[in-house]
């Protein structure tokens, strides 16, 4: 038995576009029905979702049959999360709101065994394949992909020095919060946003490091795989339910539209 390779981390830092979906449901059932779609990622989201630590973990069992790479954003750039999370064999993390190499520094730290870092040692757990890989210490760290999030201008402007901190695999860009710390809240089709999301793009990918971006815009998807994203997530599941159900209902004179 030995430790899965990491092939979402591999096809990044190799430049092969990977197409994600946020999963915001939370049950086991509703990412393995988006398992089946065909994605590169999922995105398990626990900062605005219902999900926690603890309901990620038979998420993570529902996709271990499909050839899909989960990829968990913990609530904060929390060492004690972090480190459930690797407990439970998650492979790629998704820090939110980080703002300067410090931060970046500190989640680096969190997903390292010391003396790189300072994570906690547990032989027996889901990752280690319940003690069944006895190189799972030495090798844990070359599987683990770390990606972090600048989502606002004061994030951006700390781009080049957050690339540079040892161990950050990829920064993606959070497009909402940026647009809401430039004035536009809840409008990311604000030509500055985009300007601005644009900017970042090129800047992230002249670091050398790869970036990734969630729209629910194909157009604009399109647009940020042309200007350098590797990791791009293009729907969340609950809007797509939203959407469909809306649609569904329309088509028989129900909601928004069958309203008299």
Not at 26 to 54: I, K, R, Y
Not at 78 to 93: C, M, S
Not at 217 to 233: K, M, R, S
Request: hydrophobic share 45%; proline share 6%.
């Amino acid at each position: 038995m030995e430790l899965a390779p990491n092939t979402f981390k591999r096809a990044i830092l190799a430049g092969r576009q990977q197409i994600g979906c946020w999963c915001t449901l939370s049950t086991s059932t509703s990412v393995e029905v988006v398992a089946g779609s065909g994605f590169d990622w999922l995105l398990l989201d626990t900062e605005h979702s219902p999900a926690d630590v603890l309901s990620v973990l038979p998420m993570l069992q529902a996709l271990s049959g499909y050839p899909v790479a989960p990829v968990v954003r913990p609530v904060g750039n929390d060492p004690v999360l972090i480190k459930r999370y690797l407990d439970f064999g998650v492979q790629t993390l998704l820090i939110p709101y980080v703002q300067n190499a410090a931060e970046a520094r500190a989640a680096a730290e969190a997903v390292a065994y010391p003396p790189a870092g300072i994570r906690d040692v547990s032989s027996l757990t889901r990752a280690t394949r319940y003690g069944r890989l006895p190189d799972y210490f030495a090798r844990a760290r070359q599987e683990i992909c770390l990606l972090v999030q600048v989502e606002s201008l004061q994030a951006v402007d700390q781009i080049e020095a957050i690339a540079a901190v040892e161990g950050v695999d990829g920064i993606f860009i959070g497009p909402a919060d940026l647009a809401a710390s430039m004035g536009h809240n809840g409008n990311l089709g604000h030509p500055d946003v985009r300007a601005a999301v644009g900017e970042a793009i090129r800047r992230i990918r002249a670091c050398g490091k790869p970036a990734g971006i969630l729209t629910g815009d194909p157009a604009f998807a399109q647009h940020c795989i042309e200007l350098g994203t590797v990791f791009t997530a293009v729907g969340i599941d609950m809007g797509l339910l939203a959407n469909a159900a809306d649609a569904l209902a329309r088509k028989f004179g129900r909601g928004s539209a069958g309203e008299g």
